[in-house]
Each structure stands twice: as C-alpha cells, then as structure tokens.
C-alpha cells in the first residue's frame, strides 16, 4: 500500500446520495452559529496503529509502523454506514497512541483500546 494512501468518498457506495446524517445534523448547528464553519460532524472518526500484540515487543521504539484513519457517517436515503475518507501514514512506536471515541460511546471504567498495551 501506498505510504500516504488517502482516499475521499463523496458519494454513499449503495446509492449514491451525498447526503450523510451526522454531517447534516452538523450543518444546522453551522446554520444556527453553534459550530465552526471548518468542523464536520462524523458518525465516528477512528485513529491507531497496526500493530500484532504478540509480536509488538520486538519492533523497537521509534520504529515506523502503519497508522490509519477511518471517518465514517450514515447515508440518509438508503441508511447505509460507509467510510468516507481512509488514510494511512506512518506512526512512530513509542509515541501515545492517538484515539478519539465519539461522545457516548466510551464506557465507564474500561480503557480506550491501546494497541501499544500488553494486556
Ligand atoms: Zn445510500
């Protein structure tokens, strides 16, 4: 895979509306001041690295390993859940994991996934 693979989904891969809920919902706070104009609300946005727990003690700290982003939303004609952007760069071992979870969704004490832990 490309190093910098990113790639841009405009359209929902089922039918083709460009409509996506969460963003909507995003855009009347927009309409209303509540919201920066930049910020897009998302279903969920996921960040991490790829790393096997088993073999993770070998790679050696600062090593590059592969790291993702996932940003998803739901399609409001047909109601299916797809990516719309899905990116790949490179992370460094040692650095804290980066993770963001979308609010409500995390659980009361049970830790954010860390894919650099040795649990
Ligand atoms: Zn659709």
């Given at each position: 895979?490309?190093?910098?693979?990113?790639?841009e989904?405009?359209k929902?891969?089922?039918?083709?509306?460009?409509?996506?809920?969460?963003?909507?919902?995003?855009?009347?706070?927009?309409?209303?001041?509540?919201?920066?104009?930049?910020?897009?609300?998302?279903?969920?946005?996921?960040?991490?690295?790829?790393?096997?727990?088993?073999k993770?003690?070998?790679?050696?700290?600062?090593?590059?390993?592969?790291?993702?982003g996932?940003?998803?939303?739901?399609?409001?004609?047909?109601?299916?859940?797809?990516?719309?952007?899905?990116?790949?760069?490179?992370?460094?071992?040692?650095?804290?994991?980066?993770?963001?979870?979308?609010?409500?969704?995390?659980?009361?004490?049970?830790?954010?996934?860390?894919?650099?832990?040795?649990?």
């Amino acid at each position: 895979m490309d190093k910098d693979f990113h790639r841009e989904f405009k359209k929902c891969p089922a039918c083709g509306s460009e409509n996506r809920f969460l963003e909507e919902l995003g855009n009347e706070l927009k309409e209303r001041g509540l919201a920066r104009e930049e910020w897009i609300m998302h279903l969920d946005v996921r960040e991490g690295h790829v790393v096997d727990q088993v073999k993770e003690a070998a790679i050696p700290i600062g090593s590059d390993v592969p790291a993702f982003g996932i940003i998803t939303d739901v399609c409001m004609d047909c109601g299916c859940i797809y990516a719309g952007v899905l990116q790949r760069r490179d992370a460094k071992k040692g650095l804290p994991p980066v993770g963001k979870m979308p609010p409500g969704t995390s659980q009361k004490g049970k830790p954010l996934i860390n894919p650099f832990s040795s649990s």
